[in-house]
């Protein structure tokens, strides 16, 4: 009994580093078939793949063909480590008898390069500029309500570390920008990418982001007055989560945070209570009960006036204001304020923008 | 009694693997010899035809066609145009930034990139879903990707494309099924290539190669971006 249970141990034990040797191989889906990464080319990039394992599969008579000088090819030569032998031949009208035991001196043809051979035309040469604004990358923000995610960079070259802020990066600005997930149900599909789905009710339709001024009483975030009207009022926020005791300056519209130096337009806070909004408000239908929309910012109507909601998915507004981003999403381009992602979309040969319902994948 | 219990387990795990493949050593020695020529070359330039299909909202079966024309210079430059159903654009690598820009939208994305085509394409491709056409050839370990990744490897004969002669090759496993056609000349450069998606209602993939040049001679300029007038420079979502 003792010999059959340290025999089954022993077996066990024996799979178990058999299965380990074999490698967990991460395939990259590159394309349309799939290749372990770490087979292509060399092996600076940033954001590579777990490595192919060292310890394949051996067999006695493995053949392998590293080629050297990796000097100019486009792949850098081609390699074979999967072992060759032993392969069945079909009986074919074309059959080949291959001699894959004969000694090669030259596995890949491959040429050398003279890289530091002279030019004669130096003159003409292209300096690259090693300034060259780079695109702002970023993640989706998994988890609800942290009001940073949208922010997140990553540098795709290690060796190099350009990190290009184009956006206002108010920390004032990413509490307010959640979005309300919408409760009616989406005919079309999502649109999938990296894990998450983006559901709209209307199709993408691309429009470049033009930001909207919302007349002249209208301030941009980000504008900066040392002295406010004497129509400005202390807002009241209602049902703040937020813990920051910040005193918010509302008038005609544009909401402000006092600064040392004077005043600095903000997007409005969530559960601001404001007792008008300007004319030029927009109503605007969310699930099915009507909301006011001016300078980026949703109205609820109440016995007090006005307060601040966040956007809700499947909303469709006319304009956005100055503060987002354009971000390529796979092959969509969203505008992004914090969390909230608009896509655009045509309405009555008009364009407009719709809240996206952002989930992440189970 | 230890030692023939090891035997054993290495023999069951080897035995167990190798009973699930076929793989028929003249197709292997075709796509290796293709491999080669292809790992060999230092510069290419030609054109794509694809036809890709997808399902539209309703489910039914949308097939949406692109023309691409592709350039590459060892091993750091590569650039690609492609017009189709899905929009216009191009990618312009030169060894250290990768732009890609939308001639629909007239924006464009320029990141800061690995220092060979490949390390390239795979980085892009593993942390934005950028899609280079055709560069499932371009990849040093093809033939052996096929092998480990495909059940089924076989050489079913000579065919023809537009009178030129092929060897006809396909290639199966539970989820896809394809077929590539290699042009039976002294270069032996892929022809067409289709996948279908077993698990995906057989949806289809076909490219279909055009006017190779082999070694060309092409101007490093042309690997270099330069953003058009009143193109935006926008940001991009990695898949996290």
Not at chain 1, 158 to 165: E, P
Not at chain 2, 19 to 42: F, H, P, R, W
Not at chain 2, 126 to 154: C, G
Not at chain 2, 211 to 227: A, G, K, S, V
């Amino acid at each position: 009994m003792k010999l059959i249970l340290n025999s089954i141990k022993y077996f066990s034990a024996t799979a178990l580093i058999v299965i380990l040797s074999l490698g967990t191989t991460e395939n990259l889906n590159a394309q349309r078939l799939k290749h372990p990464v770490s087979r292509g080319g060399n092996t600076s990039m940033a954001h590579k793949p777990a490595s192919r394992p060292v310890s394949r599969p051996t067999s006695a008579n493995r053949k392998v063909t590293t080629p050297t000088n990796r000097g100019g090819s486009i792949n850098g030569g081609h390699t074979k480590v999967v072992n060759r032998n032993n392969l069945p031949n079909r009986n074919t009208n074309n059959k080949t008898t291959i001699n894959r035991n004969k000694p090669t001196t030259n596995n890949n043809n491959k040429q050398v390069i003279n890289r530091n051979k002279p030019t004669n035309n130096n003159n003409n040469k292209q300096v690259i500029n090693r300034n060259k604004n780079t695109s702002n990358v970023k993640t989706v923000n998994r988890r609800p309500g942290n009001t940073g995610g949208g922010h997140n960079n990553i540098n795709i070259n290690n060796s190099h570390n350009n990190i290009n802020i184009n956006v206002n990066n108010n920390h004032h600005n990413h509490r307010n920008t959640y979005v309300r997930h919408s409760h009616s149900h989406y005919s079309r599909p999502p649109y999938i990418f990296g894990g998450f789905r983006f559901y709209c009710h209307r199709p993408y339709f691309y429009h470049p982001y033009r930001p909207y001024y919302w007349g002249p009483h209208w301030h941009p975030w980000g504008y900066f007055v040392t002295t406010l009207a004497t129509t400005a009022i202390i807002v009241a926020i209602i049902d703040d989560s937020n813990d920051n005791n910040e005193e918010y300056h509302y008038d005609n519209g544009t909401y402000y945070l006092k600064t040392e130096d004077g005043f600095e337009a903000v997007q409005a806070p969530i559960g601001a209570q404001v007792p008008s909004i300007p004319t030029e408000a927009e109503k605007v239908t969310v699930n099915e009960t009507n909301n006011y929309y001016y300078g980026g910012a949703f109205y609820e109507q109440n016995a007090d006036g006005y307060i601040v909601v966040p956007a809700t998915a499947g909303t469709i507004v006319p304009n956005l204001p100055e503060g987002g981003e354009e971000v390529k999403i796979g092959d969509q381009t969203f505008v992004q304020f914090g969390d909230t992602y608009y896509q655009p979309i045509q309405v009555d040969g008009k364009d407009m923008y719709e809240i996206v319902d952002v989930l992440e994948d189970e | 009694m230890k030692k023939l219990l090891t035997l054993f387990s290495l023999f069951a795990v080897c035995f167990s693997q190798a009973q699930t493949k076929s793989i028929d050593s003249t197709a292997v020695y075709i796509l290796d010899k293709m491999a080669d020529i292809i790992g060999s070359l230092e510069s290419v330039k030609f054109d794509i035809n694809t036809a890709t299909d997808k399902l539209d909202h309703d489910g039914n079966l949308s097939t949406y066609y692109a023309m691409s024309h592709i350039a590459m210079t060892g091993p750091d430059k590569f650039t690609s145009t492609t017009t189709g159903d899905s929009g216009n654009f191009g990618y312009w690598y030169d060894g250290e930034y990768v732009s890609y820009y939308s001639l629909s939208e007239n924006n464009y994305v320029t990141l800061e990139a690995p220092d060979t085509i490949l390390t390239m394409i795979d980085s892009m491709h593993t942390a934005f879903d950028f899609k280079f056409p055709a560069a499932d050839f371009f990849y040093p370990s093809f033939t052996d990707d096929l092998i480990e990744d495909f059940n089924t490897i076989s050489y079913e004969g000579q065919r023809s494309i537009d009178g030129e002669k092929c060897f006809y090759i396909t290639a199966t496993n539970n989820e896809k099924h394809i077929q590539l056609w290699i042009t039976s000349n002294t270069t032996m450069l892929p022809k067409r290539l289709i996948i279908v998606y077993k698990k995906e209602g057989n949806l289809q993939f076909e490219t279909n190669f055009n006017n190779w040049e082999l070694n060309p001679n092409i101007p490093e300029t042309i690997y270099n971006f330069t953003p058009p007038p009143h193109a935006s420079l926008i940001s991009i979502m990695a898949k996290s």
